[in-house]
């Protein structure tokens, strides 16, 4: 049974930091690309960063240079740091794999920025 769980979410503060694991078991994570979506509210959910099997990362331009993916295939863990966070970085955002189009989705984490 292939799971992804998702921990690191939270409130805080504008210009602040987060950093979200996605944890994965029965599957093995490193033979994915990976990506981490999110879920604003009243939105569509968005792919903000991905990163492939061989470590090439993709970010949004909504986030480049803020949010950094990373993964530990021996920790079958993928990342996402998240730093000077703004309040419309608020949603749920979770962990996907393949990336695109995702076949296996964690539960997803809530991230609330206040302002």
């Known amino acids: 049974q292939v799971q992804l769980v998702e921990s690191g979410g939270g409130l805080v503060q504008a210009g602040g930091s987060l950093r979200l694991s996605c944890a994965a078991s029965?599957?093995?994570?490193?033979?994915?690309?990976v990506g981490w979506y999110r879920q604003a509210p009243g939105k569509q959910r968005e792919l903000v960063a991905s990163?492939?099997?061989?470590?090439?990362?993709n970010h949004a331009d909504s986030v480049k240079g803020r949010f950094t993916i990373s993964r530990d295939n021996a920790k079958n863990t993928v990342y996402l740091q998240m730093n000077s966070l703004k309040p419309e970085d608020t949603g749920v955002y979770s962990c996907?794999?393949?990336?695109?189009?995702?076949?296996?989705w964690g539960q997803g984490t809530q991230v609330t920025v206040s302002s």
């Open positions: 996907a794999a393949p990336a695109r189009p995702p076949r296996y």
């Open positions: 029965g599957i093995i994570f490193s033979l994915y690309d």
């Open positions: 990163v492939t099997r061989g470590g090439i990362t």
